[in-house]
């Protein structure tokens, strides 16, 4: 791929607000409550003050279980998204908000509704993650009981998407509503959609996933991809990959923007920064951690093992039913392999090689450095820029919004200002067409 002749394209950054997995380190006296209005406001104006384009959060339909209770190394509790957004609306002024909804439990006219609602209250910064689920286990939360083949889950969401892309259509430019009418394999509607077309025509569709399959959604209908890569040729094949299939949806380069998820640690040195960094690591992967995470790879019970000991020396034996609620992990026989190899050739215990092998792309050095190393992800088409995930709730984003995003600044890679008031202005998207 041709490096863009540019040096001076503009970075693109998001803050999402950890809460569940082994994210945020709670041990820590700095970590408050993930339930608390004051928590999320706390980063979102953090996020906001730094310019960011949007604040993004995640979601969870049902507790995880594991061993046939509720994980207990999980935080307990998270309150439902657009909620949560709606009340941020009347707290920020610029800054996007990015809801995670489901396609598979969820349905078109009223997910459109509230998702139009949020971006009238807003005044156009509204955006829906669209995640999907083959997960019998979190349908069991929801009335129909049931499921989706994973076969069906991207072809449900993406007629979800053009459902709701035509209710919001319904209503002309102008302010005149128009009946609609929709039928299609998974939905069957027609009526009046009560919501007058908002400030930016359709809210923001961001998809999350690294597969063929969410890529190749990503590339047919949505306007950002949230995605993980954990090296600068990698992030650049991704990049490739995803760009490249834009065309024979009729669609140009930058009409989706492409932001891996990172962490980032600063030092005032780079050594500081990376024993720092290593520390972080060490609260994230507790020794229950360390052993929680070989049980999900091994599918059997490991309790008897020491983290600080070796690896088990039999292969996986898959059971869907120890863990439940979690993604699966695809060919664990190789990748149990592949771990024990990471651990033979480096000489690292259980717990040592579950924090080198399950780190998330990390930028760590001084706040020099990782201006730098952002800046060149950007420039050398490995991203259009990132989300970033703090290590604490909710004060993990001062530190980089005070050291990092002036330097940013200083290279002209970032703005000094927001120029227009819609999150689709905040990422340079086209307006939608209207399609009535």
């Not at 909620?83 to 969820?106: S, Y």
């Not at 063929?212 to 047919?220: D, I, L, S, V």
């Amino acid at each position: 791929m041709t490096v863009r002749s540019s040096a001076r394209r503009q970075i693109h950054l998001a803050a999402h607000f950890p809460g569940v997995n082994s994210t945020t380190v709670w041990a820590d006296p700095r970590s408050r409550s993930q339930i608390a209005f004051s928590s999320f406001e706390q980063l979102a104006r953090t996020a906001e003050r730094g310019l960011f384009d949007f604040f993004f959060l995640a979601e969870g339909l049902r507790l995880r279980e594991h061993k046939g209770r509720i994980h207990d190394l999980d935080v307990v509790g998270r309150p439902e998204s657009l909620t949560v957004l709606n009340a941020l609306a009347a707290v920020t002024e610029r800054i996007g908000l990015a809801a995670t909804v489901n396609a598979t439990f969820n349905e078109p006219y009223e997910l459109a509704r509230r998702l139009a609602t949020l971006d009238h209250l807003s005044g156009g910064r509204a955006a829906w993650n669209v995640v999907t689920s083959s997960d019998a286990f979190t349908g069991e939360n929801f009335r129909r009981g049931g499921y989706l083949d994973r076969a069906d889950r991207y072809t449900r969401a993406a007629e979800f998407v053009d459902v709701a892309r035509e209710l919001w259509d319904s209503w002309t430019p102008d302010g005149l509503p128009r009946p609609f009418a929709h039928r299609g394999q998974h939905f069957d509607i027609a009526g009046e959609f009560t919501v007058p077309r908002s400030p930016q025509g359709h809210p923001v569709v961001i998809q999350a996933g690294d597969s063929g399959e969410g890529r190749e959604f990503a590339a047919r209908t949505a306007d950002v991809i949230f995605t993980r890569h954990g090296t600068l040729e990698d992030g650049r094949a991704f990049y490739a990959d995803v760009k490249g299939r834009l065309a024979k949806y009729g669609r140009d380069p930058d009409d989706l923007k492409i932001m891996p998820g990172v962490s980032v640690v600063l030092g005032d040195t780079a050594a500081e920064a990376q024993e720092r960094a290593a520390e972080i690591r060490r609260q994230q992967v507790s020794p229950q951690n360390a052993i929680l995470a070989l049980e999900q790879l091994w599918g059997t019970d490991l309790s008897s093992y020491d983290p600080d000991g070796p690896f088990p020396d039999f292969d996986p034996v898959p059971d869907p039913t120890l863990t439940q609620g979690r993604t699966r992990r695809g060919d664990t026989v190789a990748l149990a392999e592949k771990w024990r190899s990471l651990s033979r050739d480096k000489g690292l215990s259980i717990r040592q090689t579950v924090i080198e092998a399950s780190a998330r792309q990390s930028f760590i050095g001084t706040p020099e450095a990782v201006a730098a190393d952002l800046e060149t992800f950007v420039r050398q088409d490995a991203a259009d820029g990132f989300v970033l995930v703090p290590h604490l709730t909710p004060g993990g984003l001062d530190e980089f919004v005070d050291r990092v995003v002036p330097l940013l600044q200083e290279r002209r890679v970032f703005r000094t200002e927001y120029r227009g008031t819609t999150l689709r202005s905040h990422l340079g998207l086209p307006d939608p067409v209207w399609q009535g």
